[in-house]
C-alpha cells in the first residue's frame, strides 16, 4: 500500500474532504495531516502553489483538489468508466470548484467588507444551486452520475455541508433549503451511504 499524507486545514470540510472520503472509501490507511489556519503561512512554505490542499503519495507531492479526487475516486470505485458518465462527473466537480473560488475570495475579508462581498455571492451562488438540483433531477434524482456513488457527490455532499453549517457570516443557513432543496435529500443521501456513515462514525 502507498504511503499517503493529506495536508489541509483543521476541518470537516472544504477541498480536502472529498479527497480523506474516497480513501476512506478505498480503504486506503492516510495520515491526516490537519493544521490550524494560524500555522498557514508557514504550511504553505512548502507547498508547490502555496495552496491546500496537497498530497504527498510515497514522498511525491501532488496538488490540484479534482485531480486527487479523480485519482482517488478511480481506485475507489467512485469514478465512471463510461466516458459520458465521466464527463458528467467531471462537469459537477469543476461547478463545485468554481462554488469554492468565489467563497475562498472572501476568506481573508472583514467587517463591512466581507458582509458586502458575501451578500453579492447570494445572487450565484443560487444560480450555481439551481443548476446542480436540476443536474441532479435529471439524472434521476437520487446521483449526479452513473446512477450511483461518484466522487462529483461526494464534492456536492461536502460543499452542501459546508454552505448550510453557520460557518460562513452573511451566507443564509437556509440558502439551499429556500433555493434547491433537492440538494438536502442529496446530503441525506450520501451521508446514510454505510462506508461515508462509518467515516464520521
Not at 98 to 124: N, W
Amino acid at each position: 500500500m502507498a504511503n499517503i499524507k493529506v495536508t489541509y486545514f483543521d476541518i470537516n470540510g472544504g477541498r480536502a474532504e472529498p479527497i480523506r472520503l474516497a480513501l476512506h472509501c478505498l480503504g486506503q490507511d492516510f495520515e491526516d495531516h490537519r493544521f490550524q489556519f494560524s500555522e498557514f503561512a508557514e504550511i504553505r512554505k512548502g507547498t508547490p502553489f502555496g495552496q491546500v490542499p496537497v498530497v504527498e503519495l510515497d514522498g511525491e507531492q501532488i496538488t490540484q483538489s479534482n485531480a486527487l479526487c479523480r485519482y482517488f475516486g478511480k481506485q475507489a470505485g467512485l469514478y465512471p468508466e463510461d466516458d459520458y458518465q465521466a464527463l458528467l462527473c467531471d462537469e459537477v466537480m469543476d461547478v463545485v470548484e468554481d462554488i469554492s473560488h468565489k467563497l475562498s475570495a472572501t476568506m481573508t475579508m472583514t467587517g463591512e467588507t466581507l458582509k458586502s462581498a458575501r451578500e453579492q455571492l447570494v445572487a450565484p451562488l443560487t444560480t450555481y444551486l439551481k443548476w446542480l438540483a436540476a443536474r441532479l433531477t435529471k439524472q434521476g434524482g437520487e446521483y449526479f452520475a452513473d446512477n450511483r456513488l461518484t466522487i462529483a457527490d461526494l464534492k456536492v455532499f461536502v460543499m452542501v455541508q459546508w454552505l448550510g453549517s453557520g460557518m460562513l457570516d452573511h451566507i443564509p443557513t437556509t440558502l439551499i433549503q429556500d433555493t434547491a432543496p433537492e440538494l438536502l435529500a442529496h446530503l441525506n443521501r450520501v451521508a446514510s451511504d454505510p462506508k461515508i456513515k462509518s467515516y464520521y462514525g
